[in-house]
Structures are given as C-alpha cells and as structure tokens.
C-alpha cells in the first residue's frame, strides 16, 4: 500500500473512515479542506503515494481539480469516491487518467483494493 495518501474529502465523517480504512498500511494521510490544484500539483508523486478525492458534494470541482493537476503534469493516482449516480463523470474521471472511480456506498475492501492495484 502507499505510505501515503492525500485525502480531500469535505467530510468529517468520511475523512474519519478513510483514514480507519487505510490504517494499516498507510503511513501519512494528509487532509485537505479543499481543492487547491496549485498547492496539489506540488506534493511528491512518488510510486507510494496517491491522492483520494470525493465527488459526492460538487462533482464539477472534482473534475477540474484532476483536469488541472493532469495539465499541471503531477503524475499523482487519483481515486475518486462518488455517488452511483455519478457515472457521466466516472466516465470523465477515467478520460483524465484518473486511477479509479468507486462508486458508493465504498467498503473499506474495495477501497484498500483500489489503493493496492496503483502500486507499481
């Protein structure tokens, strides 16, 4: 698994969860309040890191923020959480080389499966 995960998720709640769901293998998770890309773009890329996005709330911002880190060049995996509903942006996730989209409600097994198929 990474040694760490970049986290932007809205959610109290759900940042508690992710951060539960990733603890055994995660050495650093990182949470931000919001969807800087500039401050994004600049985080290491390294082979054990990843950033963990949500969509449920504003679906469009999560598509920029990957639209500009892609055009930023960051390299980073990016798996998005989002509600069923969502699959017009799934679609659109997957066009920006984003890592995976899980469509919720997410197990904690599927999320440490998506995080263990970005490892090299």
Known sequence: MPTTA????ASSPDRAWIASALAPGVVDAVV???HDAAQIANLPDGPADC?????DEDEASTLRLVRELRRLGSALPVIVLGP???FRTAVEI???DATDFLERPVSVRQLRAAIRRILP
């Open 6 to 9: 970049y986290v932007v998720v």
């Open 32 to 34: 931000f309040p919001n």
């Open 51 to 55: 950033l963990i996005l949500s969509a």
């Open 84 to 86: 069923h509903t969502a």
């Open 94 to 96: 997957a066009q920006l």
